[in-house]
Structures are given as structure tokens and as C-alpha cells.
């Protein structure tokens, strides 16, 4: 499989660490990934230094220039699916997914938050296939999904909180 995983903001936050985690899994196991985010951000760093292909985004440019940009980088690196974070994010590279002729968007929707479709998430939907990516299956069960239909998948968090509760701490007496 080839990924892309677009990041389309220069600041650090738990979305731009997952994606890194995630890129460095898929590529452990034999899959092409590309990190596609601002030049000067942390991410782009830390996906360098983990050995990730990294290409520039320019967030500064118009949305059209930013797809069209990403549909050549599409084209070139042949990437099957896309993963974002962002409705602005899903939109871009779901127009650049349809002018590339190639896969889907997988949109992730950080902890605790809820996902709300604006108009260009709805516009993004129809653009390009399509999926959301939840870290829980509560969130995955609360979402209202008024009109339309998408694929909706669980990646957990890493920690299974439920398997700690039988833990019992040691006794410090020596």
C-alpha cells in the first residue's frame, strides 16, 4: 500500500504525533509512506529524522494551488489513501484524489472531539471516497450522520486501560 498522510497546519498537536506514529508503523511494515506537511514544523523534523519521505506543503498557497500541487504528488508517488485530520484538509486532498484519478480519504477525528460536517465536508465527501477513523467505539456510535453515509472504522489508542484495573500496586516494605 502507499500512503500519504497530509498535515496541512505547522503546529504540534496529539493529531500531528498520531499520523507520525502511524507513518512510522505502516512503513516498519513494508509500506511506502509520505508525509506531506509544512517545510519548518515539527512534524516534518520528526518524520525526517525517522527516516519518512517528507515533502513540503505550502499552507500559504490559495486551497486550489495546494490540490493541484497535491494531485502531482499524488500522481507521482501513486498513493492509494490519503489520511487527514482536518475538514479543510479532507477537502484539498479529496479534490486532489479526484483530479489524480487515484484512492480515498480517510479523515481522523481526534479524542474527544465530534465530528461536524460543514458544507465542504459534505462537498469533500461526494469528491472523493471516504472514511472516518474514531479512537473509541463510543465516539464511533455517537455520531449523528444526518443525510449522509460514510464508512466509519475504531483505531485504538495504544493503552487498554479496561486490562490495568486487576494490576495491584507492589508493597514498598523492603
Same mark, same amino acid.
Given at each position: 500500500m502507499r500512503a500519504l498522510f497530509y498535515v496541512g497546519e505547522d503546529r504540534w498537536s496529539g493529531s500531528s504525533r498520531a499520523f507520525l506514529v502511524a507513518a512510522r508503523g505502516l512503513a516498519k511494515r513494508g509500506h511506502e509512506v509520505t508525509v506531506a506537511c509544512c517545510d519548518n514544523s515539527r512534524l516534518a523534523r520528526l518524520a525526517t529524522e525517522a527516516g519518512l519521505e517528507t515533502v513540503a506543503a505550502n499552507r500559504s498557497a490559495t486551497t486550489a494551488g495546494t490540490t493541484w500541487d497535491l494531485r502531482s504528488l499524488l500522481q507521482e508517488r501513486s498513493a492509494e489513501v490519503a489520511f487527514v485530520f482536518t475538514e479543510r484538509d479532507q477537502l484539498v486532498v479529496s479534490a486532489a484524489m479526484r483530479l489524480a484519478e487515484r484512492g480515498g480519504v480517510i479523515r481522523r477525528v481526534p479524542s474527544f472531539e465530534r465530528i461536524d460536517l460543514q458544507?465542504? &465536508?459534505? =462537498? /469533500?465527501?461526494? !469528491? /472523493? %471516497? %471516504? &472514511? !472516518? =477513523?474514531?479512537s473509541t467505539e463510543r465516539e464511533a456510535h455517537d455520531v449523528e450522520t444526518p443525510g449522509w453515509s460514510i464508512p466509519a472504522s475504531v483505531a485504538p489508542l495504544g493503552v487498554d486501560a479496561p486490562s490495568y484495573d486487576a494490576i495491584r500496586p507492589i508493597s514498598r516494605a523492603y
Open positions: 458544507n465542504s &465536508g459534505r =462537498l /469533500a465527501l461526494r !469528491i /472523493a %471516497a %471516504a &472514511g !472516518i =477513523l474514531f
